[in-house]
């Protein structure tokens, strides 16, 4: 990677942002860990995060409310990539938040390679201006 990713990492437990920012900063990313959906908004408002690893339930706003209005909030922006994490792994949940504009969801509890994986799916392929030929080829890559 030439530049650092600027990750966004928004669960309402303290553990699991502290494990995921130390974690991708020794992986040579940027991170901020925030607590919940409102205070995610308003961060990625001001800074436009590359990506998002965004817990399902949380206090306040869930991560799907959170999701809907980060998608809306930067469609015009450059691609910003939402990773869904979450104890939740239901279908419903899956096919909710790709309908809401997340590219992928994984299952806590995580493996840390699996998710470095992902990101760099996410990092290959976020440039692709054609969003369907953009997810195909993520898709490739983490299977």
């Known amino acids: 990677m030439s530049k650092p990713m600027l990750?966004?990492?928004?669960?309402?437990d303290e553990v699991v942002r502290d494990v995921l920012c130390s974690f991708l900063k020794k992986m040579g990313h940027l991170t901020v860990g925030l607590p919940d959906g409102q205070?995610?908004?308003?961060?990625a408002e001001q800074n436009k995060p590359?990506?998002?690893?965004?817990?399902?339930?949380?206090?306040?706003?869930?991560?799907?409310?959170t999701?809907?209005?980060?998608?809306?909030?930067l469609q015009?922006?450059?691609?910003?990539?939402?990773?869904?994490?979450?104890?939740?792994?239901?279908?419903e949940n899956l096919e909710k938040s790709n309908w809401l504009g997340a590219i992928d969801l994984i299952k806590k509890p995580f493996d840390l390679s699996d998710?470095?994986?992902?990101?760099?799916?996410?990092?290959?392929?976020?440039?692709?201006?054609?969003e369907v030929v953009r997810m195909r080829l993520?898709?490739?890559?983490i299977d």
């Open 7 to 12: 990750i966004l990492v928004v669960d309402d």
């Open 76 to 91: 015009f922006s450059p691609p910003m990539g939402i990773i869904i994490i979450t104890a939740y792994d239901s279908y």
């Open 50 to 65: 590359d990506l998002v690893l965004l817990d399902i339930k949380m206090p306040g706003l869930s991560g799907i409310e």
């Open 39 to 43: 205070s995610a908004i308003s961060y």
């Open 115 to 130: 998710v470095n994986q992902r990101i760099n799916a996410w990092y290959d392929v976020r440039n692709i201006e054609n």
């Open 67 to 73: 999701c809907y209005k980060l998608k809306r909030m």
């Open 138 to 141: 993520y898709s490739e890559k």
